[in-house]
Every structure is written in structure tokens, then in C-alpha cells.
């Protein structure tokens, strides 16, 4: 088991969330990824992996921007790849806010990502873990 650090990026006045196309898992999902050697906090490698896959500058934890949430943890399987067997991700998830919706960009052609509203991303992903927790995070109130 590998455990990962993910995050929904939220852009609250537009109510919307953006979604990521991951080639390997054939779906729309949440930015994350894996700890860099020495990183050990999975909030600052969700925030790492975010900014590095969405291109924006100014993402900050939601809904306080000085205090992280945990969202959620989701166990999720990881079908074999070219390199390793199939596997599972231990997922540690955040909600992290934009201002500069129109600043994103994918870090390849192939990493799509998109702008939706939550109904949207609600039926356009494919595993339930990540319908929970969108569904968490507009349970907040604030959003």
C-alpha cells in the first residue's frame, strides 16, 4: 500500500471543481500524487502535486485558509502498470481553494483538466469514494 495526498480544488464564488483526467485509471479525478523523497506531511504533498499538476500559484486549504481539512481518507485500488503490480493508494484528501480560475493549466496534454459544477462532477466521475467526498465537501455549508 502507498499512501498518496490528493486534493478537490474549489473555485467557491463559481461554485465549481476542478477534475483531472487520469490516462491510467481511464476517469475524471482529484490532483495528488506521491511523496517526493523527505516529504512526510500529506497536506503539503497534496499542495505540492496540486500546484504541480494544475499550474496554479495561489491555492490555499479550504474553507480556512490557515487551517488544512482532512476530507477524507480513501483506500483505492490501483490496477497493474508498466512498471509496478496492482496495488493500493491509502488517499489523504484536502479541499483546496482558487481565485484564478483561468490560470489553470495541465501539466501534459494527455492530464486534461476541467472545470465543473459539483452536479456535473458528481456524474462524471467514476468511483464512489470520490462522490463521497464531494459530497462531504458541499455538505459543508460553504460552498
Same mark, same amino acid.
Given at each position: 500500500?502507498?499512501?498518496? &495526498? /490528493?486534493?478537490?480544488?474549489?473555485?467557491?464564488?463559481?461554485?465549481?471543481?476542478?477534475?483531472?483526467?487520469? *490516462?491510467?485509471?481511464?476517469?475524471?479525478?482529484?490532483? &495528488?500524487?506521491?511523496?517526493?523523497?523527505?516529504?512526510?506531511?500529506?497536506?503539503?504533498?497534496? @499542495?505540492?502535486?496540486?500546484?504541480? *499538476?494544475?499550474?496554479?500559484?495561489?491555492?490555499?486549504?479550504?474553507?480556512?485558509?490557515?487551517?488544512?481539512?482532512?476530507?477524507?481518507?480513501?483506500?483505492?485500488?490501483?490496477?497493474? &502498470?508498466?512498471? *509496478?503490480?496492482?496495488?493500493?493508494?491509502?488517499?489523504?484528501?484536502?479541499?483546496?481553494?482558487?481565485?484564478?480560475?483561468?490560470?489553470?493549466?495541465?501539466? /501534459?496534454?494527455?492530464?486534461?483538466?476541467?472545470?465543473?459544477? @459539483?452536479?456535473?462532477?458528481?456524474?462524471?466521475?467514476?468511483?464512489?469514494?470520490?462522490?463521497?467526498?464531494?459530497?462531504?465537501?458541499? /455538505?459543508?455549508?460553504?460552498?
Amino acid at each position: 500500500m502507498h499512501v498518496t &495526498g /490528493s486534493a478537490v480544488v474549489i473555485h467557491p464564488p463559481t461554485r465549481r471543481v476542478l477534475l483531472r483526467w487520469h *490516462e491510467r485509471m481511464q476517469g475524471w479525478l482529484q490532483v &495528488g500524487g506521491h511523496a517526493d523523497p523527505g516529504e512526510t506531511d500529506p497536506f503539503l504533498i497534496a @499542495l505540492r502535486e496540486a500546484h504541480e *499538476e494544475t499550474g496554479l500559484d495561489d491555492l490555499t486549504p479550504w474553507p480556512d485558509p490557515l487551517l488544512p481539512r482532512l476530507v477524507q481518507v480513501a483506500v483505492v485500488p490501483v490496477p497493474a &502498470g508498466k512498471r *509496478e503490480p496492482a496495488h493500493e493508494h491509502a488517499d489523504i484528501r484536502y479541499a483546496l481553494s482558487t481565485g484564478t480560475p483561468e490560470s489553470v493549466r495541465p501539466e /501534459s496534454a494527455k492530464a486534461q483538466l476541467a472545470w465543473m459544477s @459539483l452536479s456535473e462532477a458528481l456524474s462524471r466521475v467514476g468511483h464512489d469514494n470520490l462522490r463521497v467526498c464531494l459530497e462531504r465537501i458541499a /455538505s459543508t455549508g460553504e460552498f
